[in-house]
């Protein structure tokens, strides 16, 4: 006898001749495998046999039935026994994974792209890294709502996945103006910057001196926060008034 830990293959051959084979054809197969006691039936000659594969908590445990007795001591084999721990569900799984693959997409933004566009990209690539950072989440709870839409209490689970999304859509609400003004130039605006209010929580949102509230990107290149007073060209996006460049004005452009 022969079991996949991992693959879920079960093969059986009587003097070197396959007898039985059960190879799961879908991953979700394989899970269902993975988690459900199992018993495979077969025949050779006049007997008939049985395969019984049990989960246990680590491992299998695997019988093979000659009869309805087990081979491993020939006592009568009994009715199939439940796996030692309970069904886990599939969408927790792809829940799972969804949340892997968001985790890595996070890395990849924080740790590679915006780096990058903060240290070589122009404006427009220090917006590009804002608006991928920003769409993660919202992305996130799309693809919960169509898990939610998949389960067995399509119900309750749509409408929590719904209202999760509805609460996410409006924290991220500026995230749509950021992606279009990807597409528009930037607005130009001069500003007397006489330097800022004191810092509030929100370490990208800062006030000018006797002015409005700001925000800047995340990955802007320019230190706003030492810059000297001055006449500055602040570089915003159309739709989003984010900031992605702040340049000092040469006494000539002023």
Do not use: C
Request: charged share 20%.
């Amino acid at each position: 006898m022969d079991h996949g830990y991992w693959s879920a293959r079960r093969v059986v051959r009587v003097d070197g001749v396959e007898v039985l084979r059960v190879e799961p054809r879908s991953f979700r197969e394989r899970i269902d495998l993975w988690q459900s006691s199992t018993e495979h039936v077969f025949g050779i000659d006049t007997h008939r046999l049985a395969l019984r594969v049990r989960p246990g908590l680590l491992t299998y445990e695997i019988e093979l039935v000659v009869d309805g007795r087990s081979l491993s001591d020939g006592l009568p084999a009994g009715p199939l026994r439940p796996p030692a721990h309970g069904r886990y569900s599939y969408t927790w799984f792809k829940v799972g994974v969804a949340g892997a693959v968001f985790f890595v997409y996070q890395l990849i933004v924080l740790g590679l792209f915006g780096p990058i566009a903060r240290a070589f990209g122009g404006p427009r690539w220090v917006l590009a890294a804002e608006v991928a950072m920003d769409l993660a989440i919202p992305v996130l709870a799309v693809v919960l709502v169509i898990l939610a839409w998949q389960t067995d209490r399509r119900g309750r689970n749509v409408t929590v996945a719904l209202a999760f999304l509805a609460l996410i859509l409006f924290a991220f609400r500026g995230t749509a103006a950021e992606a279009a003004d990807l597409a528009l130039p930037f607005d130009e605006e001069s500003v007397a910057f006489a330097g800022w209010q004191p810092a509030p929580m929100d370490m990208r949102r800062v006030t000018f001196v006797g002015g409005p509230e700001v925000e800047f990107a995340n990955f802007v290149k320019v230190r706003f926060r030492r810059l000297e007073p001055g006449a500055y060209l602040l570089l915003r996006g159309h739709f989003s008034r984010l900031i992605v460049d702040m340049q000092a004005l040469s006494a000539g452009s002023r």
